[in-house]
T-cell receptor, first 115, second 114 residues
Framework: AQSVTQLDSQVPVFEEAPVELRCNYSSSVSVYLFWYVQYPNQGLQLLLKYLSGSTLVKGINGFEAEFNKSQTSFHLRKPSVHISDTAEYFCAVSEGGGGADGLTFGKGTHLIIQP | DVKVTQSSRYLVKRTGEKVFLECVQD?????MFWYRQDPGLGLRLIYF???????EKGDIPEGYSVSREKKERFSLILESASTNQTSMYLCASSLRLALYNEQFFGPGTRLTVL
C-alpha cells in the first residue's frame, strides 16, 4: 500500500526567501506524484504533477518539484516566496491503474510567509 | 477546464438535523469523492463513487451516507448531525480510466454544527 509523509506541519519563511517543502512516499511500484495547494477557505488546486520523463517538474506560480526515486522523495521548492504563497500544501501519490481510490494524500504543510 | 461546484461555502446546522451537501461536476467524470479536512489530520476519505448508484466506503464513513443518482451529482448526507462533524468538506472528481488518478476539487463547504 502507498503512503505519503510530509515531514513538516508548518514552515515559516521570510518573504523573498527560498523554501522547500518535503514529501516522502512509500510504494512498491512505480508512482505518479502530485502537489496541491489550498489557499485559505478554498478547495485544493493542482500545483504540479510528475507522471514520467524529466524528474524536475515545473508548476504554477514559480514552484517546481524534483522526483528522486532512490530517496522516494518529491520535494517542492520555490526560489523566492511571496506573501500570496501563504497556503496549505498537500503532497499526493498514485500507483496508477485508474480506479476510484487511487490518490493518497499527506497531512499537509502550512507555509507561513513572514514579511 | 474541469469544474466542480459545491452547493454551499458555509453552512451552520444544529445537532440532530439532517444535512445534505451537494456536489456537481461538469466534465463527465465517473469517479467522485467526499473528503473531510481537519487541522493536523489532512484529507480523510469519507465515501467515493465510481458510477451512478455505486458507492464505496472510505476511511471514515461512520455517521455519513451518500447518494449518486446522476453521473454529475454526488451528495453527502449527515443523517443526524453532531458537533464532531464540524469540519471542512471537500468534493472531488476524476476520470475512471485516467492512468494517474488526478483529482479535481470543489471549493469546499465549511460546516458548523452547533
Amino acid at each position: 500500500a502507498q503512503s505519503v509523509t510530509q515531514l513538516d506541519s508548518q514552515v515559516p519563511v521570510f518573504e523573498e526567501a527560498p523554501v522547500e517543502l518535503r514529501c516522502n512516499y512509500s510504494s512498491s511500484v512505480s508512482v505518479y506524484l502530485f502537489w496541491y495547494v489550498q489557499y485559505p477557505n478554498q478547495g485544493l488546486q493542482l500545483l504540479l504533477k510528475y507522471l514520467s520523463g524529466s524528474t524536475l517538474v515545473k508548476g504554477i506560480n514559480g514552484f517546481e518539484a524534483e522526483f528522486n526515486k532512490s530517496q522516494t522523495s518529491f520535494h517542492l521548492r520555490k526560489p523566492s516566496v511571496h506573501i500570496s504563497d501563504t497556503a496549505e500544501y498537500f503532497c499526493a501519490v498514485s500507483e496508477g491503474g485508474g480506479g476510484a481510490d487511487g490518490l493518497t494524500f499527506g497531512k499537509g504543510t502550512h507555509l507561513i510567509i513572514q514579511p | 477546464d474541469v469544474k466542480v461546484t459545491q452547493s454551499s461555502r458555509y453552512l451552520v446546522k444544529r445537532t440532530g438535523e439532517k444535512v445534505f451537501l451537494e456536489c456537481v461536476q461538469d466534465m463527465d467524470h465517473e469517479n467522485m469523492f467526499w473528503y473531510r479536512q481537519d487541522p493536523g489530520l489532512g484529507l480523510r476519505l469519507i465515501y467515493f463513487s465510481y458510477d451512478v448508484k455505486m458507492k464505496e466506503k472510505g476511511d471514515i464513513p461512520e455517521g455519513y451516507s451518500v447518494s449518486r443518482e446522476k453521473k454529475e451529482r454526488f451528495s453527502l448526507i449527515l443523517e443526524s448531525a453532531s458537533t464532531n462533524q464540524t469540519s471542512m468538506y471537500l468534493c472531488a472528481s476524476s476520470l475512471r480510466l485516467a492512468l494517474y488518478n488526478e483529482q479535481f476539487f470543489g471549493p469546499g463547504t465549511r460546516l458548523t454544527v452547533l
